[in-house]
């Protein structure tokens, strides 16, 4: 039996964005003023779909998100050459 394959098709960074805020409040205590950082995603699809991808983290989850994405660059840095 044969079996047709398809290239695997990931959709495009188009734009990333990132802000710094904080918490004032929250439900369980009056004051809290906890720092956080906020990811936007532009993420377009083959058929020229766009999809937002917005999620919020700490800043030491921040940091360890940079460190892999510059891992991920210097990793595939060495297949371009």
Known sequence: MSQTSQP???????DYTWEIGATLANSLS??????????TFVLKDVNDNENVITFEQSV???QRLVKTFA??????SGYSE
């Open 8 to 14: 695997l098709s990931l959709p495009n960074l188009e």
């Open 30 to 39: 009056t004051k809290q003023m906890e720092p956080y950082v906020k990811n």
């Open 60 to 62: 030491p989850e921040f």
């Open 71 to 76: 891992d991920m660059r210097a990793t595939l």
